[in-house]
C-alpha cells in the first residue's frame, strides 16, 4: 500500500467513524460548527500535538509494544531538553531544594527485556517536575544523564515531584473541564533509556501516593507497573527523604 492509499484508508474510515457517532448522538449542525470553531482554537493556540496525545498516544505506544516484553513505555512529553549534562555523582539539582522538597534516592537495575542480563553503561537520561510541579525550562535543574554500572545498576538523587495543573486557559483545558475532568498530571519523573546511542525506552514513573493516579487526564498514562512505592529515610540537610527502587528491562529495538 502506498502513503497515499494509507492516507485515503484512513481518512475514510475515520469519517464513516465519525458519521456513526454523528447519526447515534443526534449531533446537529450547529453543534458541527461549534467543533469547527473549536478545532480553529486549538490550532491557534499551537496545542493540536497535546489533544491528539491525550486521547490516542497511549494507544498507539501500547499497540506498538504489544507482545514486547519489559517495562512500559509512555510518552516524552513536551518539555524533555536534549543536551542534559551528565551527573557522575547521580544528583539531579543544579540548586538547593526549596524547604518543603522531599529528597528521593532512586535505584534499581538495568537489564534485557528477554534475558535479563545486566546492562552496563545504559544512558539514563531523566527530567521532572520540581516541588512545585515546575520545570526548569532555562537550565537543567533536575535535568541530568546518568550511566548504569558495571553490575547493571543505577542511582539517582532527586526530588519527589509534584502534581501539576497543565492546560489552564487555553482550548484544550476548556474542554477537559467540559468534560468534568481535571487539568492535572499526577506527579512523575520523565526518563529515555538509551544503549550505545540506540533509544530503547521512554517511559514515565508516577508518585505512588499522588492523589491524580486516576484522574491524570493522559487517557491511559498511569498504570500499576509505573508506581513507585517508597520507603522513608533519615532526614538530610533539613529534609524529610525517602527511597524508591525501580528496575528497568530494555527491550532490543525499541524506539523513542
Known amino acids: 500500500m502506498t502513503d497515499d492509499e494509507r492516507l485515503r484508508t484512513i481518512a475514510f474510515r475515520a469519517v464513516d467513524a465519525l458519521k456513526e457517532i454523528i447519526r447515534d448522538e443526534a ?16 490550532g491557534v493556540a499551537g496545542v493540536f500535538p497535546s489533544l491528539l496525545d491525550i486521547a ?30 551528565e551527573r557522575i555523582d547521580g544528583c ?9 522538597a522531599v ?26 517536575a520540581d516541588e512545585y510541579g515546575g520545570y526548569d525550562r532555562t537550565g537543567y535543574h533536575l535535568r541530568g544523564i546518568t550511566r548504569s554500572g558495571a553490575d547493571g545498576r543505577y542511582e539517582i538523587l532527586t526530588l519527589l515531584p509534584m502534581d501539576y495543573d497543565e492546560h489552564d486557559g487555553d482550548p484544550v483545558g476548556e474542554l477537559l473541564e467540559s468534560m468534568g475532568r481535571l487539568r492535572y498530571r499526577a506527579a512523575h519523573i520523565h526518563l ?4 550505545d546511542g540506540v533509544p530503547r525506552l521512554t517511559t514515565q514513573l508516577f508518585r505512588g501516593d499522588s492523589p491524580y493516579l486516576d484522574l491524570d487526564y493522559v487517557v491511559g498514562a498511569v498504570s500499576d507497573d509505573l508506581i513507585l512505592t517508597f520507603q522513608q529515610g533519615p532526614a538530610r540537610d533539613g529534609h524529610r527523604t525517602c527511597h ?13
Open 56 to 85: 490516542f498516544a497511549m494507544t498507539i505506544m501500547d499497540r506498538v509494544r504489544e507482545g514486547v516484553p519489559g517495562t512500559r513505555a509512555n510518552l516524552e512529553g513536551p518539555e524533555y531538553r536534549p543536551g542534559a549534562p
Open 92 to 100: 539531579l539539582f543544579d540548586r538547593d531544594p526549596g524547604p518543603d
Open 103 to 128: 529528597l528521593l534516592n532512586l535505584t534499581g537495575r538495568v537489564t534485557e527485556a528477554y534475558t535479563s542480563a545486566p546492562i552496563a553503561g545504559a544512558e539514563l537520561d531523566w527530567w521532572q
Open 244 to 256: 524508591a527502587t525501580f528496575d528497568l528491562a530494555l527491550p532490543p529495538g525499541a524506539s523513542d
Open 27 to 42: 449531533i446537529s449542525e450547529d453543534e458541527l460548527h461549534a467543533a469547527a470553531a473549536f478545532l480553529n482554537r486549538v
Open 192 to 195: 529515555k533509556a538509551r544503549v
